[in-house]
């Protein structure tokens, strides 16, 4: 198959252009450590967002959860806030809030004209909304009977929810919760299209500068080297747990 | 002295399906009190609403002289004073042993972790569990499960324990030893209202005996006059069907 598919490729007619715009060995080496400076920006934004995502949609999947028909207004905003940021293509919010919100000139402060600071702000919001889903999923997985038991003790709504109902949702959902990371990840990149000097920005300046685009292979392969170990992390914990379940009895 | 628990016409529905049709009903304090009755009968929501986890739909509940169905009632105040084991144990499987028993104390009562882990193991101690303290429920076999859910109620040294059929999950060879923690209690003065299918359990221990059917109580008593002569035809049939399922 492999050795198919590579003939096909090397024998195409345009291989000997494709190969000098795209395996020019010589520039994956020269651009590289721009790329690599470039990366520190997608790194630093995806664990600031990353956090904050954390923090966020775990509050909206707990407004989410609220019982009863009091809650119900807080539970519908809830419900427009995922439907909203799930339903839009990340790169408007990213357009809409990092060339937006600077052109409404609110302050002069240097972090609210930071197209950067803005990106992030996006990135939480959009990613948000899905990760609260998936914590909503591990809430609703918990059996009803946990909370039954922690309230029957005498503990409060929000101590049975603390201490007994999260801590098992937070621990089940933790490979889905990793596999939206890997896209998070991916989704920094996104930073380019308003300005940041990020790693496929750098790479962008790197290729018109020289009119090549062999300066992408260093910024891909910087992607996937933080993306696939956290991919194996992933497929590892899924595999411990369906391990711990088995030895458990498996309920 | 007030009676510990008072129920008052108290009727509860799920959607159409009606399951307590107005249930009267006095528990004395320290009395051992069982329910017994065919599947469906109510047992189980009946402990529930006492225990507020079930709100009833009218009646009240007054448990020592207080009307804990009031609107203006803390709930979490009223279920610290009264502890419940459920028939599938529903311990918390990402704590330890000592952790389970701890925390309604700790959260619920505010006791500092100190004091409350002495006392857990105090607990733990005298019910044969001390070896367990720092294993997770799924290291533990049905019945040592049961007997930490006991120690867990036990903890927040309720006035009166609610136990909903709690030999039920169990290996026939486990019930004997949650059993004898039942036996224990009664013989401490503890206030119990037990939902079970142990017959020959209820007819030994309980002070009295209430038979179930479709959401009413149809005959109470003691033991022995429940056991030897039920007068109602439905009570007769239900306890011949349980001695020829040779559970009695």
């Not at chain 1, 996104?190 to 496929?200: C, D, Q, R, T, W």
Request: overall charge neutral.
């Amino acid at each position: 198959m492999f050795t198919v598919l590579a003939l096909v490729i090397v024998t195409a007619p345009g291989w000997d252009d494709f190969r000098k715009s795209f395996l020019n060995t010589h520039l994956w080496w020269s651009s590289f450590p721009d790329i690599a400076r470039g990366f520190l920006v997608n790194i630093r934004v995806f664990c600031i967002s990353e956090v904050l995502i954390l923090i966020l949609a775990l509050g909206i999947a707990i407004l989410r959860s609220l019982p009863g028909p009091v809650f119900f207004p807080i539970r519908a905003l809830a419900i427009v806030y995922t439907d909203v940021f799930r339903g839009l293509p990340t790169i408007m919010v990213v357009y809409i809030l990092a060339f937006g919100i600077p052109a409404l000139q609110l302050t002069d402060a240097s972090w609210y004209r930071s197209q950067t600071y803005w990106s992030i702000v996006a990135l939480t919001l959009v990613y948000s909304a899905y990760v609260a889903e998936v914590y909503r999923a591990g809430i609703q997985s918990v059996h009803p009977s946990q909370e039954a038991a922690a309230r029957s003790l005498g503990l409060s709504r929000w101590q049975a929810l603390r201490h007994v109902v999260l801590p098992q949702a937070v621990r089940r959902v933790v490979p889905p919760l990793l596999n939206d990371f890997i896209g998070l990840q991916k989704d920094t990149a996104l930073l380019s299209i308003v300005g940041p000097v990020e790693a496929f920005r750098q790479a962008q300046i790197a290729e018109s500068a020289n009119f090549n685009f062999s300066v992408y292979v260093p910024a891909s392969l910087l992607f996937l080297a933080l993306t696939i170990p956290l991919a194996r992390l992933t497929d590892y914990l899924i595999e411990r747990d369906r391990r711990r379940f088995l030895a458990s009895g498996g309920v | 002295m007030a009676p510990a628990v008072v129920l008052e016409g108290v009727q509860k529905s799920f959607g159409k399906l009606e399951v307590l049709s107005g249930i009267d009903l006095e528990v004395e304090e320290h009395e051992v009190l069982c329910l017994i009755g065919a599947s469906g009968s109510g047992k189980s929501t009946l402990l529930r609403c006492v225990n507020l986890l079930e709100p009833v739909d009218s009646g009240r509940i007054v448990i020592h002289g207080e009307d804990v169905t009031a609107r203006e009632v803390d709930v979490n105040e009223v279920r610290r004073r009264i502890g419940i084991v459920f028939q599938a144990f529903n311990l918390f499987p990402h704590m330890s042993v000592l952790k389970n028993v701890t925390l309604g104390p700790r959260k619920a009562l505010r006791v500092p972790r100190r004091d409350a882990e002495e006392r857990a193991t105090e607990l733990l101690t005298r019910f044969g569990l001390a070896d367990k303290r720092d294993e997770y429920p799924d290291r533990l076999s049905g019945g040592q499960q049961q007997r930490v859910a006991i120690v867990r109620a036990l903890a927040m040294e309720p006035d009166i324990m609610l136990l909903d059929e709690v030999t039920s999950a169990l290996d026939p060879a486990l019930v004997g030893e949650v059993l004898s923690v039942i036996r224990d209690l009664a013989q401490s003065g503890m206030t119990m209202l037990i939902a079970t299918h142990e017959m020959g359990f209820a007819r030994e221990t309980a002070d009295r005996v209430c038979f179930l059917d479709q959401g009413r109580i149809l005959e109470q008593g003691t033991p022995d006059r429940i056991f030897t002569e039920p007068v109602q035809p439905r009570t007769q049939e239900f306890l011949r069907r349980i001695i020829e399922a040779g559970r009695m």
